[in-house]
Every structure is written in structure tokens, then in C-alpha cells.
């Protein structure tokens, strides 16, 4: 079993320019996560899907859009790229909404 | 005043030391997690607790409902040890409320 995986691993976007992250697991879970994580700060929640056909905003939901593509994949959009969403950004799964996280490897994304 | 706080932010012992980390929180929880994030940034899921104590190797947690109050030891501590040390909680919704984390450093 790969766990979740996440694609691209880097990447470097100028202001303006569009781009998707891409999750998937392969643990049958029904819940999924996005989260951004920044320099000296912890992990924030950006969107959720707590099954297959649904997404909810988490925390910092401004300047990004979510898909559940399937159960197994969840991807984050980036419509626009500006500055601040300059981070390091997470997915992770769960079998259910109170159950234990699996993260994947992270996206180190620099916008410039 | 934040539902998680971790307790130390910052610790640095020496190889071979007992180490503890706490985490006390105000809220009514479902599960309390333990996450581990190495400086190389992967994020590993260590423990859920919703009662008692639990055991992986070198590792225990332990948790008191009343009081409300979690800790994470490190027995015979390796430089290996060296990451952030994350407290999260699951209160009945689908999101964790993470703690600010400790940030540990186990010198040779």
C-alpha cells in the first residue's frame, strides 16, 4: 500500500498563475483533508471532505478550490497564485471523521 | 485561551534521557492523537487515545479524562527522537484541533 501519495512534491508558480494538487489514498477511507503548513506555524485546515460526494470549508478556505474526485482522490486548486500562499501543504485521510490522520510526503510550493 | 496546549514548546536533552511532553486541553474530546513531524517535514501519526495508556516501543502515551490532560514519554531518548512532537484532538467533528507543538532536540 502506498498510504496517500500527493503530486507535485515541488513547485514554482509566478502571481497569477493557476495550478492543482493532487491526493490520493488508497486505504478505502471516506474522509479527506487539505492543510497548509507555514514557516514556525502548525497545520491548518484549508478544506475537508468528510465522504465521497462532499467538501466543506476548514480555516483558511480564501484563494482555493477542492474536488472529490472519487473516494480515493481529493485534489486542491489554485486558481490564481498569490504570494501568500506561499507553504508547504498536506493532504491526509481518515476512515472516519474521528479517526486517526495518515498524511502524505507534503507540496512545498513557493509563489513568486 | 487555546482549546490545546502543549507543554514544553522547546526541550533539548541528552541521549539516553526519559523525556516528557504534555498536552492539556478544554474541551469535551472523542480522541487525542499524537503526531510526529520529522525536519525532513513528514508527518507521521503516533498514537489515538481515548483512554489510558498506550505503548509502541520506546514510546507511551497516556491520557486522564477528567483532568483533561495528555502526556507523551520517550524512554532511553536517541538522537533519532529529534522532531515536532504535535497534540491533536477529535471533538466530534471531522477536524483535529492541533496543539502548537514541541519542538525536541536529543543530543549525541
Known amino acids: 500500500n502506498a498510504g496517500v501519495t500527493q503530486t507535485p512534491k515541488f513547485q514554482v508558480l509566478k502571481t497569477g498563475q493557476s495550478m492543482t494538487l493532487q491526493c490520493a489514498q488508497d486505504m478505502n477511507h471516506n474522509s479527506m483533508y487539505w492543510y497548509r503548513q507555514d514557516p514556525g506555524m502548525g497545520l491548518r485546515l484549508i478544506y475537508y471532505s468528510a465522504s465521497e460526494g462532499t467538501t466543506d470549508k476548514g480555516e483558511v478556505p480564501n484563494g482555493y478550490n477542492v474536488s472529490r474526485l472519487n473516494k480515493r482522490e481529493f485534489s486542491l486548486r489554485l486558481e490564481s497564485a498569490a504570494p501568500s500562499q506561499t507553504s508547504v501543504y498536506f493532504c491526509a485521510s481518515s476512515e472516519s471523521g474521528q479517526g486517526r490522520q495518515y498524511f502524505g510526503p507534503g507540496t512545498r510550493l513557493t509563489v513568486l | 485561551k487555546n482549546e490545546v496546549e502543549q507543554s514544553p514548546q522547546n526541550l533539548t536533552a541528552q541521549e539516553g534521557e526519559f523525556i516528557t511532553i504534555n498536552c492539556s486541553y478544554s474541551v469535551g474530546i472523542s480522541a487525542l492523537h499524537w503526531l510526529q513531524q520529522h525536519p525532513g517535514g513528514g508527518i507521521v501519526s503516533l498514537f489515538m487515545?481515548?483512554?489510558g495508556k498506550k505503548k509502541h516501543g520506546r514510546l507511551i502515551a497516556t491520557i486522564n479524562i477528567q483532568e483533561k490532560h495528555s502526556s507523551l514519554h520517550i524512554t532511553a531518548s536517541h538522537p533519532r527522537d529529534s522532531a515536532v512532537y504535535i497534540c491533536a484532538l477529535t471533538s466530534g467533528t471531522y477536524k483535529y484541533i492541533f496543539g502548537t507543538g514541541t519542538r525536541l532536540k536529543v543530543l549525541a
Open positions: 487515545l481515548s483512554s
